[in-house]
C-alpha cells in the first residue's frame, strides 16, 4: 500500500507538472481569417485590420485613427454595400467602397445592367453596357462605352494628339481618368454581384476577402 501511495503521489505530480507545462507553451492567439499583404501592412502602418460585415456579407479592411489618416470601412444600408468613412473639422463623409447588385442565380452578369445604369448616370449611361474580361480574381465586368463614344473616350483617356475632352461618359462606375473599377459574381453566391472601386493605389481593404455570410 505504501509503494501504491508514492506512486499515485508521482502521477499527481507528474500531471501538474505537464498541464503546467502546457499553460507556459499556449499557443499563440488565433490569426484572423484573412491575412493583409506585405505591401498593405506597410501602408496602413498604425491602423487596426478587422473584418466587417452587413447585408449579408463580410469584407476584411483596415480601420486608421486620426494619426494614421482616420479612417474606415463600414457597411452602409444606403448603397447597399460598403462605403469609406472619414472624419475631418467638417464631419464624417462616405463614398462607396462596394456596391451590391442582386440578380437570379442562373441570370448573366448583364442582369444587373438597368440598376447600374441608375446607380451610376452618366451623359451616355443608357448605351453604356457590362462588357468582361478575364482577371486573376476571375471574370470582371466594366461598365463601359460604345460606339462612337467610346472612340472618342478611348482616344481621350489614352492622350490621343488632338483628342477632344470627354466627360467620363457612363458615371461614377464607368471609366475614369483614373483608378479601376468593375463587377464580379461572388463565386460562393451566384445571385450577388459586386461592384469594387479598385482606386488607383493600395486600398484598405481585400477585394478577394468579400464573401457571404450567414
Same mark, same amino acid.
Given at each position: 500500500?505504501?509503494?501504491?501511495?508514492?506512486?499515485?503521489?508521482s502521477?499527481a505530480?507528474?500531471?501538474?507538472t505537464a498541464?503546467?507545462?502546457?499553460?507556459?507553451k499556449?499557443?499563440?492567439?488565433a490569426q484572423?481569417?484573412?491575412?493583409p499583404?506585405?505591401?498593405?501592412?506597410?501602408?496602413?502602418?498604425?491602423?487596426?485590420?478587422?473584418?466587417?460585415t452587413?447585408g449579408?456579407?463580410?469584407?476584411?479592411?483596415?480601420a486608421? *485613427?486620426?494619426?494614421?489618416?482616420?479612417?474606415?470601412?463600414?457597411?452602409d444600408?444606403?448603397?447597399?454595400?460598403?462605403?469609406?468613412?472619414?472624419?475631418?473639422?467638417d464631419?464624417?463623409?462616405?463614398s462607396?467602397?462596394?456596391v451590391?447588385?442582386?440578380?437570379?442565380?442562373?441570370?448573366?452578369?448583364?442582369?444587373?445592367?438597368?440598376?447600374?445604369?441608375a446607380?451610376? *448616370?452618366?451623359?451616355?449611361?443608357?448605351?453604356?453596357?457590362?462588357?468582361?474580361?478575364p482577371? *486573376?480574381?476571375?471574370?470582371?465586368?466594366?461598365?463601359?462605352?460604345?460606339?462612337?463614344v467610346?472612340?472618342?473616350?478611348?482616344a481621350?483617356a489614352?492622350?490621343a494628339?488632338?483628342?477632344?475632352?470627354v466627360?467620363?461618359?457612363?458615371?461614377?462606375?464607368g471609366?475614369?481618368?483614373?483608378g479601376?473599377?468593375?463587377f464580379?459574381?461572388?463565386?460562393?453566391?451566384p445571385?450577388?454581384?459586386?461592384?469594387?472601386?479598385?482606386?488607383?493605389?493600395?486600398?484598405?481593404f481585400d477585394?478577394?476577402s468579400i464573401?457571404?455570410?450567414?
Amino acid at each position: 500500500m505504501r509503494g501504491f501511495g508514492i506512486t499515485a503521489a508521482s502521477v499527481a505530480l507528474i500531471g501538474l507538472t505537464a498541464c503546467t507545462a502546457a499553460e507556459d507553451k499556449a499557443a499563440p492567439a488565433a490569426q484572423p481569417a484573412v491575412q493583409p499583404s506585405e505591401a498593405m501592412q506597410q501602408t496602413f502602418g498604425g491602423c487596426t485590420w478587422g473584418e466587417v460585415t452587413g447585408g449579408g456579407l463580410s469584407m476584411w479592411s483596415y480601420a486608421c *485613427p486620426a494619426s494614421a489618416g482616420d479612417f474606415r470601412v463600414v457597411y452602409d444600408d444606403g448603397l447597399p454595400g460598403f462605403a469609406f468613412e472619414s472624419s475631418a473639422e467638417d464631419g464624417t463623409s462616405r463614398s462607396p467602397a462596394v456596391v451590391i447588385f442582386k440578380k437570379a442565380a442562373d441570370a448573366p452578369i448583364d442582369a444587373i445592367l438597368a440598376a447600374v445604369r441608375a446607380k451610376s *448616370p452618366g451623359p451616355h449611361s443608357a448605351t453604356c453596357v457590362l462588357s468582361t474580361i478575364p482577371s *486573376p480574381e476571375g471574370d470582371i465586368a466594366g461598365f463601359e462605352p460604345t460606339g462612337a463614344v467610346k472612340t472618342q473616350w478611348d482616344a481621350f483617356a489614352s492622350g490621343a494628339e488632338g483628342a477632344e475632352p470627354v466627360d467620363a461618359p457612363c458615371g461614377d462606375m464607368g471609366p475614369q481618368m483614373s483608378g479601376d473599377r468593375g463587377f464580379r459574381v461572388l463565386a460562393d453566391d451566384p445571385t450577388t454581384v459586386v461592384f469594387i472601386e479598385y482606386g488607383s493605389e493600395i486600398q484598405p481593404f481585400d477585394p478577394a476577402s468579400i464573401r457571404k455570410i450567414g
